[in-house]
């Protein structure tokens, strides 16, 4: 199947989780061009921020296959992929994603995600969010990654 054919896939599914009443995204992992994960934003349905379509489709795929490991798969998604789905791709490995509507054109429907992305380009001090960093006087914030060589241990 051609890219565009996996992404009309993606928008006809994102049209139906649409007229369910959920948000109009959808996303397909895709290995060999076969389908190994399907999702779709289930954010109304579960009350979690983290339901993108993205994301779901990325679990779905490593259940799927047995992995988390995603190299080599290719993502396909109806619009643009959001900074929480872009970091859950980067974190699964897959190097290709093809979308529908850009980032750009979906900030006529909604604006976050283009918020999001300039967001990241501002320096941490000139975000909304704010991340401030508050080690513990007596725990080394490093220790759960070597817990054998811990103090506590
Ligand atoms: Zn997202």
């Keep these: 199947m051609t890219?565009?054919?996996?992404v009309a896939q993606c928008i006809e599914l994102a049209?139906?989780?649409?007229?369910?009443?959920?948000?109009?995204?959808?996303?397909l992992v895709v290995q060999d061009d076969r389908r190994v994960g399907t999702g779709v934003n289930d954010v109304?349905?579960?009350q979690d921020v983290a339901g993108h379509a993205e994301i779901r489709a990325?679990?779905?795929?490593?259940?799927h296959l047995g992995t988390r490991r995603l190299a080599g798969c290719v993502l396909y998604t109806s619009c643009e992929p959001c900074p929480m789905c872009l970091g859950a791709i980067f974190w699964s490995g897959i190097t290709q994603v093809y979308y529908g509507l850009s980032v750009a054109e979906q900030a006529a429907f909604d604006?976050?995600?283009?918020f999001q992305y300039a967001e990241l380009c501002?320096?941490?001090h000139e975000r909304r969010v704010q991340l401030v960093q508050?080690?513990?006087?007596?725990?080394?914030p490093r220790d759960p990654f070597n817990p054998s060589r811990s103090a506590g241990a």
């Design 3 to 6: 890219h565009q054919a996996w």
């Design 15 to 27: 049209l139906d989780n649409a007229r369910q009443g959920q948000a109009p995204f959808a996303a």
């Design 44 to 46: 109304k349905a579960t």
């Design 58 to 63: 990325l679990q779905a795929a490593a259940r």
């Design 111 to 114: 604006e976050l995600p283009a």
């Design 122 to 124: 501002r320096a941490a």
């Design 134 to 140: 508050a080690t513990p006087d007596n725990l080394d």
